[in-house]
């Protein structure tokens, strides 16, 4: 039985919902976790487990577009707190008696496991693209860079890296291992079906798509755009897990943002993806470059009503790519991650 600290970025809801299913696991093996967190995996995570609030660094989003500027100013102004949040973190790993630290993208617990001299264990996506060989679009390697910068600062130096991929990947690094997405239980229990819904979800509100979508001849479920109610052909909801879940597995296909929790979960229930990636978050270009390379799906950068028709009219053929994806549940890094507590508590 291991003391773990265990660390979630809490922007956007991917980081928490993955944390959450590596928590529960660690949980029933009886060790001890202490979780820190900030904005939505604060929110997410602490109604099943006892969640400290620490300071978060924070993308600014304008009109589906990240702003680097924005972001610089943002973070530098708060700096003071988040070395007040590293300081009270170290002590209260002295008092927890941590012998394990584990990230999910959050610098903060991982700089205090290198100032404490504690193992540390990064589970996600993000180091795909720093520590993985995979094929990568040719375009945009402004952002690319941006975003290898940002993911060497957030968990440098790990001692392991677990990364999770929906497509193969090898890793470059002896320290690196390549699993399957991580996908929530509840997703793994579903039983998809086909209804006449398209599910549409955004990170920051675009008025300019739902205009887009009022031109189209479908029925959408839109998650995303701060309002509630129907518009036309389009039926807006407010976030919640439970019935974005069920809008999900029952909708015939999806037009979202390319986060990689959502792909992940739209793959395994194999549901067609019209990919609109943030602006110049490379992440998201990486997932929709890879959606539509593997036939899965459909990726612009600036979507037309054109394109939505397209992608709907060819619904039959992604459809029949997504019956040879490879569905696998999350025993593989769990047992890893078993293993290596295992030796680093033994």
Not at 1 to 10: D, P, R
Not at 78 to 87: K, V
Not at 91 to 100: D, I, S
Not at 229 to 253: S, V, Y
């Given at each position: 039985?291991?003391?773990?600290?265990?660390?979630?970025?809490?922007e956007?809801?991917?980081?928490?919902?993955?944390?959450?299913?590596?928590?529960?696991?660690?949980?029933?093996?009886?060790?001890?976790?202490?979780?820190?967190?900030?904005?939505?995996?604060?929110?997410?995570?602490?109604?099943?487990?006892?969640?400290?609030?620490?300071?978060?660094?924070?993308?600014?989003?304008?009109?589906?577009r990240?702003?680097?500027?924005?972001?610089?100013?943002k973070?530098?102004i708060?700096?003071?707190?988040?070395?007040?949040?590293?300081?009270r973190?170290a002590?209260?790993?002295?008092?927890?008696?941590?012998?394990?630290v584990?990230?999910?993208?959050?610098p903060l617990?991982?700089?205090?496991?290198?100032?404490?001299?504690?193992p540390?264990?990064?589970?996600?996506?993000?180091?795909?693209?720093?520590?993985?060989?995979i094929?990568?679009?040719?375009t945009?390697?402004?952002?690319m860079?941006a975003t290898?910068?940002?993911?060497?600062?957030m968990?440098?130096r790990?001692?392991?890296?677990?990364?999770?991929s929906?497509l193969?990947?090898?890793?470059?690094?002896?320290?690196?291992?390549?699993?399957?997405?991580?996908?929530?239980?509840?997703?793994l229990?579903?039983?998809?079906?086909?209804?006449e819904?398209v599910?549409?979800?955004?990170?920051?509100?675009s008025?300019?798509?739902?205009?887009?979508?009022g031109?189209?001849?479908?029925?959408?479920?839109?998650?995303?755009?701060?309002?509630a109610?129907?518009?036309?052909?389009?039926?807006?909801?407010?976030?919640?897990?439970?019935?974005?879940?069920?809008?999900?597995?029952?909708?015939?296909?999806i037009?979202?943002?390319a986060?990689?929790?959502?792909v992940?979960?739209?793959?395994?229930?194999?549901?067609?993806?019209?990919?609109?990636?943030?602006?110049?978050?490379?992440?998201?270009?990486?997932?929709?470059?890879?959606?539509?390379?593997?036939?899965?799906?459909?990726?612009?950068k600036?979507?037309?009503?054109e394109?939505?028709?397209?992608?709907l009219?060819?619904?039959?053929?992604?459809?029949?790519?997504?019956?040879?994806?490879p569905?696998?549940?999350?025993?593989?890094?769990?047992?890893?991650?078993?293993?290596?507590?295992d030796?680093?508590?033994?």
């Open positions: 039985m291991a003391n773990i600290l265990y660390g979630v970025n809490g956007g809801a991917g980081h928490s919902t993955r944390a959450k299913e590596v928590l529960s696991h660690l949980r029933d093996q009886g060790h001890n976790l202490h979780v820190v967190s900030f904005d939505r995996g604060l929110r997410n995570l602490s109604a099943d487990f006892d969640v400290t609030e620490i300071h978060g660094f924070r993308f600014a989003y304008v009109n589906n990240v702003r680097y500027q924005r972001t610089l100013a973070n530098l708060t700096a003071p707190r988040a070395a007040r949040s590293i300081r973190l002590r209260l790993t002295e008092e927890w008696k941590t012998e394990v584990i990230t999910d993208f959050e617990s991982c700089h205090v496991g290198h100032r404490k001299r504690l540390i264990i990064s589970i996600d996506n993000q180091h795909g693209l720093t520590n993985t060989d094929p990568r679009p040719h945009d390697r402004r952002d860079a290898k910068l940002v993911t060497r600062l968990t440098p790990a001692d392991v890296y677990l990364v999770t929906f193969p990947a090898r890793p470059r690094r002896r320290n690196t291992f390549v699993f399957p997405p991580i996908v929530r239980r509840e997703v229990a579903t039983k998809p079906s086909q209804g819904h599910l549409v979800y955004v990170t920051s509100p008025a300019d798509l739902i205009k887009l979508l031109k189209v001849r479908c029925k959408f479920i839109a998650y995303g755009f701060g309002q109610g129907r518009q036309g052909n389009i039926l807006f909801k407010k976030p919640g897990m439970d019935e974005f879940l069920r809008d999900l597995a029952g909708c015939k296909a037009i979202a943002n986060g990689f929790s959502l992940s979960e739209a793959l395994y229930l194999g549901k067609p993806y019209l990919a609109v990636p943030v602006k110049h978050q490379f992440e998201q270009i990486l997932n929709a470059y890879h959606l539509e390379k593997s036939g899965y799906g459909a990726y612009w600036d979507l037309k009503k394109h939505v028709d397209s992608f009219f060819n619904l039959a053929v992604y459809e029949d790519n997504l019956k040879s994806y569905r696998e549940g999350n025993g593989a890094l769990l047992a890893k991650l078993d293993s290596l507590i030796t680093e508590i033994g």
